[in-house]
């Protein structure tokens, strides 16, 4: 059976892959990541408050499971797990991390210390009342278009008719693909009064608007310390602004203080907090400071405080610069202003935000009072038709009672058509003829009830007709007229503020880069000692010199040096990692000690060591390096200085590593032993002196698949036994030759 090929269109893989990758970049970006710069809204929260709005959990009614919520949600609007739902509810029920929060959450929501909220199954939500009046409150009134679901069964408004920028009062945070968003909140009656002040005047520059946003406004309060870089991160919508927490000073008994925070920056939310304690807790163990006494972490629901007890005479301005420099009390909050504009992720500057929110708002009040105009002109209809029944209301009485079915009236008021209608005389089928009903007004002269022709019900009709018109005629203004819509829109704007107002919580202002005086450490010599499974510690020196023989048997490498130093490693892989001496742990004798894995980049998966020394000491002598392969070089110890934890000692071949690494300023000989047995004794002379990055030259001779098992430094006039093949073997004794030669085998 042949296939057919007509209908196969032959295209390049990469293109396929391309446009796929492109689309889902794209899907990602406008229906995930990012908020649209309209409501400040991400599609997830959007449908998630639409969805609560819809099942009218209304914050004056009772709180529902979110449970229902997320269930409703995903299976009517977003069908993208569960998980990314409630995550959305929550963050928007947290007043920690919002500007303002947009749903009432009930039961645990989770802390600002990083605790996370209760299961959906166990917690209750309903909207605030800013959410339901402000995001939700003209959805009725045709203000925005409504768009279908995923499956077309249901319809979801595209954007909420958000009265404010809540792009801004929020602010916002995602990661797309290729891009990120992450927006700092703001205070909404600023924000409010920067609205109004580029209704009033459209050419007002970004400096103008920060007259009134001072800058960004963060739940958790602390310090924005850069206010002279404001005005360029909102002219960009890019940049880095730093903030500091807030600390007091509070004195105690006995001429003591107490350093206490109060607010944190924004960064710190979560785990970070406790991640500030240990990074605090560290300074104390690292001895970089000895000002703090103790730390506590008194937080609570009514807000931060981590008390730090100081020493009696601690230079409290020194320390908090200290805290400042090495710890997150102050960070950097990197901003992008990012938003989805006209369907597209656009960076916007400050004014950017407010010119596209101001065009939005326009248009939905424009929407909104033709919806409005139509309802009113509507009524207005209805109640010219229900007043001019009332006056002829006899002539419609005897059309009723002559007709013989409700169409025939309808047409006789609407046609003036009265073929078939028993009138009483001709007078009143003339004037029956001349009726010009319109279709919705006998439709309610039919309706109407006959209490309405009451006196008082009729007044009642006419002052209704009047406010009516004189609704229309205020709404037709509006519309037409711009500084009419601009005066409604700045009331609505006057009224939120009032009503939702609140102080600023964060200060801005300019502060010089925190400078502190390291203490510098008294210098001491200690003991270093590292056992054969790699583990490091610091012991006294009087404590060496009461255990040495202990000390010896038990550690591999043993050496006394300055507690200001640094502790050298050096491995077969030709790295060389260093280690602060105040970085290792002081301990009594007897104790563990810590894994050279945990203090540096050494990794003992991968890696042996070879020698071990403090810096100081490798600095004043020359190293021997012999590799596997019988390269051999001498390299001054000065060269290994380096600020970088770690560096490459040595170069190596692809194939090849090392076997001994040691210094050999006291020795004169060097004798290498082969795999296969074979040993060479040459003179150190013989084996020049390179820089650290040079492969050196070839020491031994070696024959097919033999490798340099190990190398020995010798003194000429010391003799020098190994146990070769179970015996001893006196290095000494092997012939003295010339280097790169092949060598001898021992006959034992």
Do not use: W
């Not at 006959?450 to 008082?456: F, M, R, S």
């Amino acid at each position: 059976m042949e296939t057919k090929q007509e209908n196969v269109i032959r295209t390049d893989y990469s293109e396929i892959m391309q446009k796929s990758y492109i689309d889902y970049a794209m899907s990602v970006i406008i229906s995930r990541a990012l908020p649209d710069v309209r409501d400040g809204l991400k599609p997830v929260q959007r449908r998630t408050l639409y969805d609560m709005y819809e099942l009218g959990i209304r914050y004056d009614r009772p709180y529902r499971k979110c449970a229902r919520i997320v269930g409703d949600t995903m299976g009517k609007y977003h069908p993208h797990g569960d998980s990314s739902i409630y995550d959305a509810l929550v963050v928007m029920a947290q007043d920690f991390k919002k500007g303002r929060t947009l749903v009432d959450g009930h039961g645990n929501f989770g802390s600002i210390e990083g605790d996370g909220a209760a299961a959906m199954r166990y917690t209750e939500a309903r909207l605030e009342k800013l959410t339901q009046e402000v995001f939700l409150g003209d959805l009725d009134k045709n203000v925005v278009d409504f768009v279908p679901n995923f499956d077309e069964t249901e319809k979801e408004p595209s954007v909420l008719p958000v009265k404010i920028p809540n792009i801004l009062v929020n602010g916002a945070e995602g990661i797309a693909v290729g891009m990120a968003t992450s927006i700092p909140p703001h205070n909404l009656g600023e924000v409010v009064d920067a609205v109004k002040a580029y209704m009033k005047d459209n050419t007002i520059s970004v400096k103008g608007l920060m007259r009134y946003i001072k800058g960004p406004d963060f739940p958790t309060g602390g310090l924005v310390v850069n206010k002279d870089d404001l005005r360029k991160i909102y002219e960009s919508g890019t940049g880095k602004i730093r903030l500091r927490g807030r600390v007091e000073i509070e004195k105690l008994k006995g001429g003591r203080k107490q350093l206490v925070i109060t607010e944190i920056p924004y960064t710190m939310l979560g785990a970070n907090i406790g991640k500030f304690l240990n990074d605090v807790a560290s300074l104390v163990e690292t001895k970089k400071t000895t000002d703090i006494v103790d730390i506590s972490n008194q937080s609570s629901k009514e807000g931060i405080r981590i008390v730090l007890e100081l020493k009696k005479d601690t230079d409290v301005e020194n320390l908090t610069n200290m805290l400042y420099k090495k710890t997150r009390l102050e960070d950097t909050f990197g901003v992008n202003m990012l938003a989805v504009a006209d369907g597209r992720p656009e960076t916007l500057s400050l004014k950017q935000i407010i010119e596209h929110h101001v065009e939005f708002l326009f248009d939905v009040t424009t929407r909104k009072y033709r919806t409005l105009l139509d309802k009113e002109q509507e009524k207005r209809e209805i109640q010219e038709g229900l007043i001019k029944a009332c006056d002829v209301i006899d002539l419609i009485i005897e059309i009723l009672r002559g007709s013989k079915n409700r169409e025939q009236v309808k047409k006789c008021l609407v046609e003036g058509v009265t073929e078939g209608i028993r009138f009483k005389t001709k007078v009143s089928e003339k004037a029956a003829s001349k009726l010009k009903f319109t279709e919705k007004q006998a439709g309610a002269i039919l309706d109407m009830r006959l209490y309405k022709l009451i006196g008082l019900e009729i007044e009642a009709l006419q002052a209704d007709y009047q406010e009516t018109m004189k609704n229309i005629a205020e709404y037709k203004d509006i519309l037409d007229n711009y500084d009419s819509m601009a005066a409604v829109i700045m009331g609505e704007l006057d009224q939120i503020k009032k009503e939702y107002g609140s102080k600023r919580k964060t200060s801005i202002e300019n502060a010089e880069e925190a400078v502190y005086e390291e203490k510098k450490m008294e210098e001491t010599e200690v003991c270093f000692l590292m056992d054969r499974f790699g583990y490091m510690r610091l012991i006294d020196k009087n404590a060496y010199e009461r255990n040495k023989d202990a000390a010896h048997a038990e550690s591999r490498y043993v050496f006394t040096c300055m507690n200001t130093d640094k502790i050298c490693i050096f491995t077969d892989t030709g790295k060389l990692h260093t280690v602060k001496a105040e970085d290792i742990p002081l301990v009594r004798f007897r104790d563990k000690g810590v894994p050279a894995d945990n203090l540096g980049n050494y990794d003992s998966t991968s890696e042996q060591i070879l020698y071990v020394a403090p810096l100081s000491q490798v600095a004043a002598s020359t190293v021997l390096f012999v590799t596997e392969n019988g390269m051999c070089k001498l390299v001054k110890g000065e060269e290994f200085r380096a600020s970088k934890r770690t560096i490459v000692s040595t170069k190596l071949a692809e194939d090849d590593r090392l076997v001994f690494v040691g210094a050999a300023d006291e020795m004169d000989q060097v004798v290498f032993q082969s795999e296969k047995g074979y040993f060479l004794r040459i003179m150190k002379t013989e084996i020049s002196v390179t820089k650290k990055n040079a492969m050196g030259v070839r020491g031994m001779k070696l024959t097919g698949e033999d490798r340099i098992h190990h190398a020995y430094l010798l003194e000429s006039r010391q003799e020098y036994a190994i146990t070769y093949h179970d015996k001893p073997y006196v290095l000494n004794k092997v012939k003295l030759a010339k280097r790169d030669t092949k060598g001898v085998k021992p006959r034992i």
